[in-house]
Structures are given as C-alpha cells and as structure tokens.
C-alpha cells in the first residue's frame, strides 16, 4: 500500500525551464517536508510544512517554492533549475503526534540538461 | 555547530555481524535514527532511541550514549539484501530538526 507518493520518479527538465515535482500521502499527517538529496549526501531539508504554516530554511534558494493545496498533496516548484539543482528530491510525512517519525516517499530524481 | 560523523565506507560478510558507529555534536539532542537507504530509493526508517541504551529490533539493534555523543546501529546474521547506505541522524539544534549524516554505504560480500 502506498502510503507517500511521488510522482515522477523521473524529471528532465532544461537548464532554467520551470519544473514541478508532486507529492501525495494517504496517510492524514499533518507535516510534509521536503529534502534534497545529492549524490553520496546527507538528505538537506529544503522547507517543511505544519498543517498549512509553511517553513523555509534560511539556506534554501529563493529558485525553490512550495505549494500545498491541502493536507494529502505537496508540490515542489523549481523556477529556473541549474545544472546544481540536479539531484533526488524526497518527499517526506509525519504526524504531530509522532513528529519524529519521518515517512519517505520513493523520491523524484532529477535531471537537468 | 552541528555535525553528524559517521564512516564512509564498510564491508562485510554475508552471515557476519557488523557495527556502524555515528558520533554527533548538535547544541541540542532530542533522539536519534537510524535510516537504511538503498541505491536510488528513499529511506527507510530502522530505529528511534532517546534514552541511553539499547534497542533490539530483530537483526538489527541500535545504541545511544548522550553523554559521549554516540551511537551505533548493530546488524546480526547479515543477508545480501542488506548492502544498502546507512543514515544516522539526529533531532536537534535551536529549532529541533532532523540532521542526516552523509550515511554509510555498506557493502556485503558472499
């Protein structure tokens, strides 16, 4: 049963052509997060939201944005990707009453040409 | 700072057990996991400690020392489908996030 899905698994996209990477959960949590993932990385925390409250980490670049229309869907947008920007991206969900557990999605992996 | 060390690289055989050790300085600590993440897949949630000491789950176990700032995920009666990355991280710092390690990729030979 899939509980957080990401769709697609794999994104090419152009070097500054805007791109969107989606994520669903059928699990009714309350926070989604997003990491970036790079090749033999550490998993780095893009944004998170908590319910609709949304969370920027101070180093993320202004080239990322989120959307989150409502609780079961989240979506990532890459305004003008770089070569940089290129790496897994992970969509993850957890619940308030167990925020410390994290539920991954499979993850987006994208490329940029 | 906050810094999550953890080896790069290890090997192990198949049917043998093997230790991966993390060592963290955050400037707060609210537990600590351990994900297993195989090549091109998200990871996995394997352990939650806490508390000081050891936590069994099946093959694999996971420590906690908070005053050394350490830890280890111990894996028993290794399988192939183990050779996987794994991810120690922790909860902490001013606002209590998640910190990865760049995890240990370990692989298990026949």
């Known amino acids: ?113 | 700072g906050q810094n999550i060390d953890q080896p790069t690289e290890m090997t192990a055989t198949e049917g043998a057990i093997v230790q991966i050790n993390c060592t963290y300085q955050t400037s707060g600590f609210n537990g600590l996991f351990w994900y297993q993440q195989h090549a091109g897949e998200a990871p996995t949630f394997l352990s939650y400690n806490v508390l000081d000491g050891l936590e069994e789950k099946g093959r694999f176990s996971s420590f906690l020392s908070r005053s050394k700032g350490y830890s280890y995920l111990l894996l028993k009666e290794l399988q192939m489908k183990d050779s996987a990355s794994y991810l120690c991280a922790v909860i902490g710092g001013r606002d209590d996030k998640i910190i990865f390690g760049k995890g240990t990729r370990l692989h298990i030979l026949p």
Not at chain 1, 4 to 11: D, E, G, L
């Open chain 1, 1 to 113: 049963d899939a509980m957080v899905i990401q769709n697609p698994r794999y994104q090419v996209t152009q070097f500054g052509k805007p791109v969107t990477l989606s994520c669903s959960q059928t699990l009714n949590h309350n926070v989604m997060y997003w990491y970036q993932q790079k090749s033999s990385q550490a998993p780095k925390l893009l944004f998170h939201y908590y319910d609709k409250d949304f969370n920027n980490e101070a180093d993320t670049p202004d080239n990322f944005q989120s959307r989150r229309p409502n609780t079961s869907f989240c979506f990532l947008d890459i305004r003008s990707p770089g070569l940089g920007d290129a790496a897994m991206y992970l969509c993850a969900t957890s619940s308030s009453q167990d925020v410390e557990t994290q539920y991954f999605g499979p993850g987006t992996r994208l490329l940029v040409l």
